[in-house]
């Protein structure tokens, strides 16, 4: 089992371009989730997916979009990227959703100049 | 607003010897709280956690304390090793809510 993968690892932007993370997993998860890391900021949720077929904002979801491709795929879309979205980002997924254990991809780093 | 507060950013331990990890919250409805453990590079990974029914709670090494009353929990490692060098991230949140909010995290770093 890969538990949760997510591609790419590390990508460059430029400002106003668009671009899709990828994150899938093989735990047969229902939930799934984006985070972001920033310094100083911890982890901070910008979308989740409860069960396959719907989604939910988190804390900071302005600037994405989500979608819930089948059980498995959790996608993240920049639209126009901005240097405010220089981060860290992590996909998760969890059994039921709530609070029990989240696994964690390794995620990808995303510089936007 | 941060509800999750982890006010040291990092805490230096000699190999053998405890260490303290705290943890502030304000939102009085979080009734859940989980700590996360990270490597550079890599994702968290679940190391403990405890219901608000509890005031401890033990794995091995690793003891979480709750202090209801004060808002405030505790992770303790006893004896620290080299491999616990890693940023612990303390988690809370609420069965009516089901998603968990992060604090800043604290840079561990067991010196031998």
């Known amino acids: 089992n890969a538990g949760v993968t997510q591609t790419p690892k590390f990508q460059v932007l430029k400002t106003g371009q668009s671009m899709t993370l990828q994150c899938a997993q093989d735990?047969?998860?229902?939930?799934m989730y984006w985070y972001r890391q920033d310094p100083g900021m911890g982890l901070r949720l910008i979308y989740y997916?409860?069960?396959?077929?719907?989604?939910d904002k988190g804390e900071v979801p302005n600037g994405y979009n989500v979608s819930r491709l089948n059980k498995r795929e959790f996608s993240l879309r920049l639209e126009s990227a901005a240097p405010s979205q220089t981060s860290v980002y992590f996909c998760?997924?969890?059994?039921?959703?709530?609070?029990?254990?989240?696994?964690f991809g390794p995620g990808t780093r995303l510089l936007v100049l | 607003d941060q509800q999750v507060k982890q006010n040291s950013p990092s805490l230096s331990v000699q190999e053998g010897r405890i260490s303290i990890l705290n943890c502030d919250y304000t939102?009085?409805?979080?009734?859940?709280f989980l700590w996360y453990k990270k490597y550079p590079a890599e994702g968290p990974t679940f190391l403990i956690s405890?219901?608000?029914?509890?005031d401890k709670n033990e794995d091995g090494r690793f003891t979480v304390f709750l202090n209801k009353s004060a808002k405030h929990l505790s992770l303790h490692i006893v004896p620290s090793q080299p491999g616990d060098s890693a940023v612990y991230f303390c988690a809370a949140g609420t069965d009516s809510w089901g998603k968990l909010q992060f604090g800043a995290g604290t840079q561990v770093v067991v010196t031998p």
């Open positions: 405890i219901s608000s029914i509890k």
């Open positions: 997916s409860a069960s396959e077929g719907t989604t």
């Open positions: 939102n009085s409805m979080f009734d859940y």
């Open positions: 998760a997924s969890s059994e039921v959703g709530g609070l029990e254990t989240q696994y």
């Open positions: 735990m047969n998860h229902n939930s």
